[in-house]
């Protein structure tokens, strides 16, 4: 049985704590978008590749990115 990897949400929340908002997803990108999260036991994945696939450019507030978050994921 595989297991699921919970932490995705908390490690990218983690990264994402000193971003002020509103803020661009070009804005985003030269932040955090170099860090580097783990995604699953055994992988990992730069913050700017999740954020290229972010549905909007630009975001309000942080319930609004992390719902853009949650549809690219």
């Known amino acids: 049985m ?3 990897y919970v932490a995705t949400s908390h490690n990218i929340t983690k990264e ?3 971003v002020d908002y509103p803020v661009t997803k070009d ?3 030269k932040l955090v978008g170099d860090k ?3 995604v ?3 992988s990992k994945m730069l ?3 999740l954020f290229i696939k972010l549905p909007l450019d630009e975001f ?3 319930a609004e990115l992390y719902n853009n ?3 690219a994921l």
Do not use: H, R, W
């Open 2 to 4: 595989k297991k699921y």
């Open 40 to 42: 699953d036991f055994d």
């Open 69 to 71: 978050i949650s549809c």
């Open 27 to 29: 804005e985003l990108i």
């Open 47 to 49: 913050l700017k590749d």
């Open 16 to 18: 994402l704590v000193d």
């Open 36 to 38: 580097e999260i783990q």
């Open 60 to 62: 309000s507030c942080a």
